[in-house]
């Protein structure tokens, strides 16, 4: 069973409000990865990083989305300023080199 | 356009038959494949990996690899009621961690 924890796990914001969530890989786990999936069941890769630094990301992410994976501290996934089209499950995973990812429970994003 | 194509979009199957899933990648880079299942309102949980040709058994789930088509299936035999879920097949490349899923199978089994 995943030991990725995420928090929260709904989220509800009005559009142009900051939406924030957090994830803890699995103890061990050096990669954590960002997906959005929408309501059609697709997934989106954001972005994902090896400790602390950003391995990949889309455009998406680099423009209204931050994230970071501080040392000592949760990921956090951070969507600036929220548009309806962010509403979506928000999954977080985590993996060790080239293995298995193991995904968290999810924050539901909800943006009015 | 999708790299990871699934059909059928939906199954169903009535207990105790076989259920046949296919999932095929359109970017040759693809090294890798996965099928993860998903129960509705909850994560992903990996169920098979496969990485070579051929063919990989566990307990009920047998997975098939094409790599010079880059075609993956993934057979359920014995179908269970509680192996109704989203079944996502995901690929990715030597060095490129990114899964790419395909927009999944729904698989229904009937009582």
């Known amino acids: 069973n995943s030991k990725v924890i995420q928090t929260p796990r709904y989220l509800v914001k009005g559009q142009g409000q900051k939406a924030k969530m957090r994830c803890i890989p699995e103890?061990?786990?050096?990669?954590v990865f960002w997906y959005q999936q929408n309501k059609n069941n697709e997934f989106k890769f954001l972005i994902n990083f090896q400790n602390q630094e950003v391995l990949q990301q889309i455009d998406m992410t680099e423009k209204r989305f931050s994230a970071e994976c501080p040392s000592n501290s949760p990921c956090s996934l951070e969507i600036q300023s929220s548009e309806a089209g962010d509403s979506a499950l928000y999954l977080c995973?985590?993996?060790?080199?080239?293995?298995?990812?193991?995904f968290g429970p999810g924050t539901r994003l909800t943006v009015l | 356009q999708q790299k990871v194509q699934q059909s059928p979009e939906s199954l169903i199957v009535p207990e105790g038959g076989m259920a046949s899933l296919n999932c095929t990648s359109s970017d040759r880079n693809v090294d890798y494949f996965w099928w993860y299942r998903q129960h509705s309102g909850k994560s992903p949980k990996m169920l098979m990996s496969i990485f070579s040709n051929g063919e990989k058994e566990e307990g009920r789930f047998t997975v098939h690899l094409n790599k010079a088509s880059l075609h993956t299936s993934l057979h359920i035999r014995d179908s269970q009621p509680s192996d109704s879920a989203l079944y996502l097949c995901?690929?990715?490349?030597?060095?490129?961690?990114?899964?790419?899923f395909g927009s999944g199978t729904q698989l229904t089994v009937m009582p």
């Open positions: 995901a690929a990715a490349s030597s060095g490129s961690w990114q899964l790419i």
């Open positions: 103890k061990g786990h050096p990669v």
């Open positions: 995973a985590s993996s060790l080199l080239e293995d298995e990812q193991y």
